[in-house]
């Protein structure tokens, strides 16, 4: 069998098997953790539990992603005009730390909209906004994390960032896909690389591309 082929089976068959099997294990173990985080969610100000969004998948295929919500929930224009870090709230502010705000996209990932490993998905409002190469991120499922992510996150440029995404589609692998699993759990316990800065989260994607033009 050769190297194509190979890869071809661990996308078709091997990855989404792998994928639902740790998505049941890691909801199980991961369930006093999320409970946890919902009731300090809850409890902070009473507000909504998860923050629910469309974003696209697998060849642009629009589905709602899970998150438990870590910013204010409220009208205000005040507040919806705030940036993300003064928009956060405490324990917010702890859950996206160590990326607790992820893991009710586990589910996600039962459903078959996204795998553990992948680009990360980002907004429709992007979609008009990619290149023909930018748009090779979604041939592929997106993922719970990403080479984007554990090469730096939100310190990448966009141009660093859509490049990663671009390179882990062409070089998709069992060995590739083990890799980023290993370094993102080492970059959830060091808590790097979420936001840019202390005081705000990375810009706007359109908004960059529009600057460039």
Known sequence: MNRKNSKSIYIRIIKPVLDWI???????????????????????????????????????????????????????????????????????RFIRRFSIDELPQLFNVIKGEMSFVGPRPLLVDYLPY???????????????????????????????????????????CFILDAKIVIMTIIKILSGSGVNRNEYETMVRFDDYAREKK
């Open 22 to 92: 740790f998505a049941l294990i890691f909801l199980a173990g991961c369930s006093p953790l999320m409970i946890a985080a919902a009731v300090a969610i809850k409890r902070e100000d009473g507000g909504s539990i998860l923050f629910r969004q469309k974003r696209p998948g697998k060849d642009g295929k629009i589905f709602t992603i899970y998150k438990f919500r870590s910013m204010i929930e409220n009208n205000e224009p005040e507040v919806i005009t705030g940036n993300d870090m003064t928009r956060m709230t405490r324990t917010g």
């Open 130 to 172: 990619y290149d023909e190469n930018q748009a090779r991120r979604h041939d592929v499922k997106p993922g719970l994390t990403g080479l984007a992510q554990v090469s730096g996150r939100n310190e990448l440029s966009w141009d660093d960032r859509l490049n990663k995404d671009i390179e882990y589609v062409g070089e998709m």
